[in-house]
Nanobody, 119 residues
């Protein structure tokens, strides 16, 4: 009933920038929290950034000052602007949303988009 589709990943050189997008579609009533996670090979999934419906943002210490999360409620979309990328930022980036669907609060994950940082 609900799908999250990420886009915007790719290969970028260290110091470069990428903008990720995640669009939710389906029988959505409202979206509470939107977030980006990442998972690198052999590592645990970690929270990169989150934004609640009121606009309060939180960031992992490792990305503060370099990444910016934003949301467009009308489009059910969350963005992650990534700048000054480092090799250690390379991972699969996954979108997560916490929303009300048909009167029930549920959370959903996208399938992920690969970010590679390499010269």
């Amino acid at each position: 009933q609900v799908q999250l589709v990420e886009s915007g990943g790719g290969l970028v050189q260290p110091g470069g920038s990428l903008r990720l997008s995640c669009v939710a579609s389906g029988s959505i009533y409202s979206i509470n929290n939107m977030a980006w996670y990442r998972q690198a090979p052999g590592k645990q999934r970690e929270l990169v950034a989150s934004i609640i419906s009121g606009g309060i943002r939180n960031y992992a210490d490792s990305v503060k000052g370099r990444f910016t999360i934003a949301r467009d409620g009308a489009k059910n979309t969350v963005y992650l602007q990534m700048s000054s990328l480092k090799p250690e930022d390379a991972a699969v980036y996954l979108c997560h949303m916490d929303m009300y669907v048909l009167g029930i609060r549920r959370d959903y994950w996208g399938q992920g988009t690969q970010v590679t940082v390499s010269s």
